[in-house]
């Protein structure tokens, strides 16, 4: 009883302390770009909030396939169905941080800017991937850390909007934007531009990247 006693508020406060203690590492790494402590919670819970809204922007209909069973292949036919796949934007993984990087684009060195978006681009195109009812899903924190290392590599006088920029933009156009066909044959779903598995390296972006260019 002495040890539950005990227990019970560690269990309580501990998530406390975690959530303070990322909160203030995003307000630092929003710092970097100009933002006040205010603004970049402001940004955090929008970008929170916006990642569980998709603004559909098209819709279409597809003709797909059920998967055959021994039945169906041999006593009866299944014919092909047809149903609607929408596409989307993802407000807090797309939306949000594009709009903000284009904000940042004239704070930003450009040609250092768009050497280190072409590598992220290329980087996100090799290691990104659909997978069947997600969308795209990729590895979260490579995108961050490349981002860091071309903005502190390239423009070691003012690196944090490099770094944003960089990292959000490049990993939306190369994971999203260039694997669009693929993810349209991914069959009647919603597809997300920036929200599922995208969302995290895009997130990530935005303040690992920002973080490690100000320390």
Request: hydrophobic share 55%; with cysteine; net charge positive.
């Amino acid at each position: 009883m002495g040890c539950l006693t005990l227990l019970l508020p560690i269990l309580i406060i501990l998530p406390i302390l975690i959530f303070l203690i990322l909160l203030n590492v995003i307000t630092i790494s929003y710092n970097e770009l100009g933002l006040s402590q205010t603004s970049a919670i402001v940004l955090l819970i929008a970008t929170l909030v916006g990642s569980m809204i998709n603004i559909p922007i098209s819709r279409r209909q597809v003709v797909y396939e059920e998967p055959q069973t021994f039945l169906s292949r041999f006593f009866f036919y299944l014919p092909p169905k047809v149903a609607t796949q929408t596409v989307a934007i993802n407000v807090g993984g797309a939306l949000i941080p594009a709009l903000f990087a284009l904000y940042l684009l004239p704070r930003a060195p450009i040609l250092e800017t768009l050497a280190a978006t072409a590598v992220i681009i290329l980087v996100s195109r090799l290691l990104s991937y659909p997978v069947a009812g997600m969308g795209i899903v990729m590895p979260a924190f490579i995108p961050p850390l490349a981002s860091a290392g071309l903005a502190l590599l390239l423009a070691r006088t003012h690196p944090a909007p490099v770094a944003y920029i960089s990292g959000t933009l490049g990993t939306l156009i190369g994971a999203d934007l260039l694997n669009w066909n693929k993810v349209k044959r991914l069959g009647p779903h919603m597809i997300s531009i920036g929200g599922a598995g995208v969302f995290d390296g895009v997130f990530l972006a935005g303040t690992i990247a920002v973080l490690i260019t100000a320390l």
